[in-house]
């Protein structure tokens, strides 16, 4: 099994920034995608960013491309989410998900979801 844990969201103002974390623990040798999902009030849950474990790929939803970066810790078996230029639209519930496959579409393992709201 592997845990997930979000930190980092919070109250920002549009146009500003913040940095979401994922801490992995548990079965992390297992874990071979990490991603970073949202959702908002009403609205089904959205793929935002996901990267590869070793790093090495990324991808983003069309809506947060060049504003948002996903990034990884092996070392500490963290990954993270920077936001930048945030938008009210960027409101929403951001969770953590982890998988055993090479960039999978569908996660195994996910996080409670730490919430991001964004004041016009």
């Known amino acids: 099994q592997v845990q997930l844990v979000e930190s980092g969201g919070g109250l920002v103002q549009a146009g500003g920034s913040l940095r979401l974390s994922c801490a992995a623990s548990?079965?992390?040798?297992?874990?071979?995608?990490m991603g970073w999902f949202r959702q908002a009030p009403g609205k089904e849950r959205e793929f935002v960013a996901a990267?590869?474990?070793?790093?090495?790929?990324?991808r983003y939803a069309d809506s947060v491309k060049g504003r948002f970066t996903i990034s990884g810790d092996n070392a500490k078996n963290t990954v993270y989410l920077q936001m930048n230029s945030l938008k009210p639209e960027d409101t929403a519930v951001y969770s953590c998900?982890?998988?055993?496959?090479?960039?999978?579409?569908?996660?195994?393992?996910w996080g409670q979801g730490t919430q991001v709201t964004v004041s016009s």
């Open positions: 998900a982890a998988d055993p496959r090479y960039m999978a579409t569908t996660y195994r393992y």
């Open positions: 548990g079965r992390t040798f297992s874990i071979y995608t």
């Open positions: 990267i590869s474990w070793t790093s090495d790929t990324s």
